[in-house]
């Protein structure tokens, strides 16, 4: 049903984001619920961009972020609100890019294998509900296209899903 590809082969960024989008789409058409959406959101994207070694989601539960779908290792459960890349992303209400995770002050290290990082924040009517945390193991893996490209994915992801107030 869905092409992946775990390599950029002379296509742009943009373009294999875009693709991406489409494939998103496709794939959350017709399921309202967020956690089987992010389910297979987070299944495509790790399964499709390269050099990944975890992508998924972070739900923001009683004012802290709890694990949800994910591909990768095992990973943190909770993290406080302005505590890592997620905590910080989540509390700032930016996209963070982190070429190297070893220089970002309180990174938590879930898997030692990261070295970079790319966390989005998922605002729903001005309200934080969770993050998108992507990390690889190659340093400087991700940059502003990463960055739009996956807050496009994030857009997709909130108009196709219930997700709560």
Request: charged share 25%; net charge negative.
């Amino acid at each position: 049903m869905f092409a992946l590809s775990k390599s950029f082969h002379g296509t742009s960024k943009a373009e294999l984001y875009e693709e991406l989008r489409q494939q998103a789409l496709a794939l959350l058409e017709g399921e309202r619920d967020p956690i089987a959406n992010a389910a297979n959101l987070a299944s495509l994207i790790f399964h499709t961009l390269p050099e990944l070694n975890w992508a998924g989601f972070y739900r923001m539960v009683d004012g802290e972020l709890v694990l949800g779908p994910f591909h990768g290792k095992p990973a943190c459960v909770r993290i406080a609100l302005g505590k890592g890349v997620c905590g910080t992303a989540a509390r700032e209400r930016r996209t963070i890019v982190v070429p190297d995770v070893d220089k970002f002050p309180g990174h938590i290290a879930c898997d030692s294998a990261s070295r970079s990082e790319v966390v989005i924040p998922m605002v729903h009517h001005g309200k934080v509900i969770g993050v998108l945390d992507l990390d690889s193991p190659k340093l400087a893996r991700f940059d502003e296209a990463d960055a739009r490209g996956l807050e496009a994915l994030v857009q997709a992801y909130l108009a196709a899903s219930d997700v709560p107030d």
